[in-house]
Structure formats: structure tokens, C-alpha cells
């Protein structure tokens, strides 16, 4: 499995916390928001995750080295300005290859079985496969049909959506080399606005629901409730599971 953790953003929404540092080297517990994100993905089955940086881009290689520790091989890739998470996408074509990618958010916190994801991926025929939680209100709205295929994807809806139950993008997704290949060039291109509400109208994004804890850190009070949840034992990290 190849990875891609999104950790180029500056985490304003956090305050002081990510003005001398970035978001995903906040700690939960003993370890950085980025550190249970690797290990997890190397239980999971991943080889090679590549990082996108660029608010203080030095500190992560001072910090994670090249990955062994984690069980798997970082790959850097160090942006000047952002280039959206579409653009970060389409800029690593040439090291995809003819394999899915798994690109996750580097503010998300989960304990979902990864490796299931991948494989439902496989399984379905899709271009792409998003992680989906029961979320009423959320900005990124996957509108389920049969067999979880995605009908619709609304990003930001300008009419609020009503309904008993509401799924929302979980901040992780597979994407397969056609969808790669169809990201626009150009520009700062975004995978909720550009990317999946076209490929919901052709009837290629898919969704596997949420199992377990997910916590998306775009806040002090949602750091504070990482942390909590990580000493009850309501999130449980891949490396706790492995001893």
C-alpha cells in the first residue's frame, strides 16, 4: 500500500498552538498527530508514505527521520506555495504508477481498519473510495445510494441539506490512477470541490462508513477531545493494539 499524508497546511484555526509548529506534530498522548498516523498506516500493510510539506516544513524530517521507526519509508515532498489537495495529488503521478493511492488528512485521528478500506477499494470497481462518518451539518456531504455508492457529493452546499442521516467525508480516501489522472491541472484544485462531485455524477466514488473512533484536530477543543479520548481508551492507536 502507498500512502499520502496531507501536512502542508498552516492550522490556523488552532491558534498560538501552530504558530512556532504544525498541526500534525501536535501531540496526543506521547506521540504527534502525524506519528499515530504512520504507524497506523504501516499496520495496515503501507510501504512507502510520501508527506507534502510547507508551514515549517524543517520540522518534520527533524522529527520522523525516514520512517523506520514507524515500520515504513517517508518520502518528502516539500511545496513552495500549497498546491490544494487535488494538486499535491496530481503532482505525485509519476510515483503512483498503476496503484491505488491512499491519501490521508494529517489532522485525522482514526481507528479504522485502513487496510479494509483499501480492499473494499479493490473490490468495488470505483475510481475512488472515501472513509464516510455519520456527521449531520459537516461542509463535505456523500449522498449514499445502493451498495454505498456515492450518488452525490456536495462540498459546501449553499442549501442546507435535510435528512435523518448524513454522511460526511472522513478526511481519508483511496484513489485509483484514472481518477488521478482526471484531477485538473492548474490552479489550487481541491478533492471535495473539483474531484468527487464529478465522479459522484458519473457513478465512480464509493464510501466504506466510519468503524471506530474518528476525530478530525481543526481545533483547541477538538485537540482536548483527542486527547481524552486517546486516556479512556475510546481511540485506541495501532502501536497500543500491537503491544
Known amino acids: ?40 498506516l504501516a499496520a495496515r500493510g503501507c510501504t512507502d508514505a510520501w508527506i507534502n510539506l510547507h508551514h515549517h516544513a524543517a520540522q518534520f524530517p527533524a522529527r520522523l527521520g525516514d520512517g523506520s521507526a514507524y515500520g515504513l519509508h517517508i518520502h518528502w515532498r516539500i511545496e513552495a506555495e500549497p498546491l490544494g ?13 498503476d496503484e491505488p493511492l491512499l491519501v490521508h488528512y494529517g489532522d485525522i485521528l482514526t481507528d479504522h481498519d485502513l487496510g479494509a478500506l483499501m480492499s473494499a477499494h ?13 456527521r449531520p451539518g459537516s461542509n463535505s456531504i456523500a449522498v449514499l445510494g445502493e451498495g454505498d455508492r456515492i450518488d452525490a457529493f456536495l462540498e459546501r452546499p449553499s442549501i442546507p441539506v435535510i ?36 465522479l459522484a455524477e458519473r457513478g465512480l466514488l464509493h464510501a ?6 474518528r ?9 482536548d477531545i483527542a486527547r ?13 493494539r500491537r503491544q
Open 163 to 198: 435528512g435523518t442521516q448524513q454522511w460526511a467525508f472522513s478526511g481519508i480516501c483511496v484513489l485509483s490512477p484514472l481518477a488521478i489522472a482526471g484531477i485538473p491541472r492548474g490552479g489550487c484544485p481541491d478533492l471535495a470541490a473539483h474531484v468527487f462531485p464529478v
Open 85 to 97: 489537495t487535488a494538486g499535491t495529488v496530481s503532482s505525485m503521478r509519476d510515483q503512483i504508477g
Open 215 to 223: 476525530c478530525a484536530i481543526d481545533s483547541p477543543e477538538r485537540l
Open 228 to 240: 481524552r479520548a486517546l486516556a479512556s481508551g475510546a481511540f485506541i492507536p495501532s502501536a497500543r
Open 1 to 40: 500500500m502507498k500512502a499520502l499524508v496531507l501536512c502542508a497546511g498552516y492550522g490556523r484555526r488552532l491558534g498560538d498552538l501552530t504558530r512556532d509548529r504544525p498541526k500534525p506534530l501536535l501531540e496526543v498522548g506521547e506521540h504527534a498527530i502525524v506519528e499515530h498516523i504512520l504507524v497506523g
Open 122 to 134: 479493490r473490490r468495488s470497481g470505483a475510481w475512488a473510495t472515501l472513509l464516510v462518518h455519520d
Open 208 to 213: 466504506q462508513r466510519l468503524a471506530g473512533f
